[in-house]
């Protein structure tokens, strides 16, 4: 008798566990096809300017903007300096001061770069905003964003599934990029990456 209910039980969990594990290979197999559309993804000039345009207005969405026109015409005179000795010059170079005391920068694809008040009240002189702009100006230039998002993918949509996100793939890339870049998602190697190169850069 005791061992017909360890069966009856051992049973009973195998049926709970099955829809659970069921559930968890479908959202598995819709992450891998999620992350087949992002690896198939064209990435032309157009849809990486909506992809960072969208990231950006999260960003400033979250934190909000500086309304200080003097102090967005020095970030940017200081920015546009280093952005025209980098890689992409042409790009449209945005940046956007972030009202926020938090101490943080962020890039995001195609040219936007944003700094923190905090972060500006911490600096002493012009050289250290130069060193964070360079370093996030890198950021977009080596395109390291686009990067954690092909290798973040699965588990990003395998959270979307979950969450029942409802949007096309634009949506769903711009809302996991700007979840990277919220999480310091970005791989030690592109972190020193661009440590190095924006110290080469400025």
């Known amino acids: 008798?005791?061992?017909?209910?360890?069966?009856?039980?051992?049973?009973?969990l195998i049926g709970l566990a099955s829809p659970a594990a069921a559930q968890f290979g479908t959202?598995?197999?819709?992450?891998?096809?999620r992350a087949k559309q992002v690896n198939d993804f064209r990435w032309t000039?157009?849809?990486?300017a909506q992809l960072g345009a969208q990231v950006s207005e999260l960003v400033r969405t979250r934190y909000g903007v500086v309304?200080?026109?003097?102090?967005?015409?020095?970030?940017?005179l200081v920015g546009r300096t280093i952005t025209d000795k980098s890689t992409k010059p042409g790009l449209p170079w945005t940046f956007i001061v972030l009202d926020t005391d938090a101490v943080n920068a962020f890039a995001a694809p195609h040219g936007y770069?944003?700094?923190?008040?905090?972060?500006?009240?911490?600096?002493k002189n012009e050289a250290e905003l130069a060193g964070v702009l360079a370093h996030e100006i890198v950021h977009v230039t080596e395109?390291?964003?686009?990067d954690a998002l092909k290798k973040n993918t699965i588990k990003s949509a395998a959270a979307e599934e979950a969450a029942g996100a409802a949007g096309g793939l634009m949506t769903f890339l711009a809302n996991a990029a700007y979840a990277?870049?919220?999480?310091n998602a970005y791989s030690r190697?592109?972190?020193n990456g661009a440590d190095t190169q924006g110290i080469v850069l400025i």
């Open 1 to 12: 008798m005791k061992r017909i209910s360890t069966v009856l039980f051992a049973s009973l």
């Open 27 to 33: 959202l598995l197999e819709q992450g891998a096809k």
């Open 45 to 48: 000039d157009e849809e990486k």
């Open 67 to 76: 309304q200080d026109p003097a102090v967005h015409k020095y970030v940017t």
């Open 113 to 123: 770069v944003h700094v923190t008040r905090g972060a500006l009240a911490l600096m």
């Open 143 to 146: 395109e390291h964003t686009i």
């Open 180 to 183: 990277n870049i919220i999480d």
């Open 189 to 191: 190697g592109d972190e």
